[in-house]
């Protein structure tokens, strides 16, 4: 047995949407009548101090201008030094958080 897939998915949201929006007519009723619904959303405490962040986050620029003008000064002067030690700790701590 196969059927047809051809977006007919929007037009049963769609219906979906009436039925729940409207309500069965009685045996003498001429209109189906509009169901009174309020939703409502409550947010924990959590969620609400993600948004937050989320908030400052958007707010912050991208790109630290100071910090790349130092690095970059300090690429050209040839004071920037690399430490590979810290590089490889930073990289096996990554490694930890991602295999979970």
Excluded: C, F, H
Aim: no cysteine; aromatic share 0%; proline share 4%.
């Amino acid at each position: 047995m196969s059927q047809k897939i051809d977006g007919g998915i929007a037009a049963a949201a769609q219906l979906r949407s009436v039925a729940i929006n409207t309500k069965v007519a009685a045996a003498g009723d001429a209109k189906p009548k509009p169901i009174e619904a309020a939703d409502s959303v409550r947010l924990t405490g959590e969620a609400t101090q993600l948004q937050a962040v989320q908030r400052e986050l958007s707010a912050a620029p991208a790109i630290d201008q100071a910090r790349v003008q130092a690095v970059r000064e300090a690429l050209e002067n040839g004071s920037y030094k690399i430490n590979p030690d810290a590089i490889a700790t930073r990289m096996l701590g990554l490694d930890q958080q991602l295999q979970g």
